[in-house]
């Protein structure tokens, strides 16, 4: 696999390299990836296996990562959502548990649409609280 080709320019506050086309914000590796291989398909996520493998050495703990902003189409692959989360529990397994104590493990992760990964129990525990309030 040869280097990443890295975002210098604007990106997203999640980390990704942003670009505009057609006057649309679209992901800069979204667009590489379409401008080499067509339309993403309904139901699909691109994944960044530069990301997974510097993970698996060790070299990268996810986040805001710099493989965020690699646009290499030879880096890039198609794969589901869950797939997607899967690949980086590498970073995962580095990083150890969330900022608020729980663990980390497949069952624990909520992936939102933007790709940031948040606390699962966190989140019920917020729903529980917030329909408490509703309801009082």
Known sequence: MNECLIWEKSTRPNGYGQTFVDG???????????ALYGEIPK??????????????????????????????????RLTTPKENTLAGMHAIDVKGGFKCGHSMVQENIMTRKNGV???AECNRIRSRLNYKKKKA
């Not at 649309?24 to 379409?34: F, G, L, P, S």
């Not at 139901?43 to 996810?62: F, S, T, W």
């Open 24 to 34: 649309k914000n679209h992901a800069a590796h979204r667009v590489a990836w379409m």
């Open 43 to 76: 139901g699909k996520v691109i994944d960044h296996q530069c990301h997974n493998e510097a993970a698996a050495k060790g070299e990268c703990d996810g986040g805001k990562c710099i493989h965020r902003r690699c646009f290499n189409p030879n880096h890039l």
């Open 117 to 119: 990964r948040e606390c």
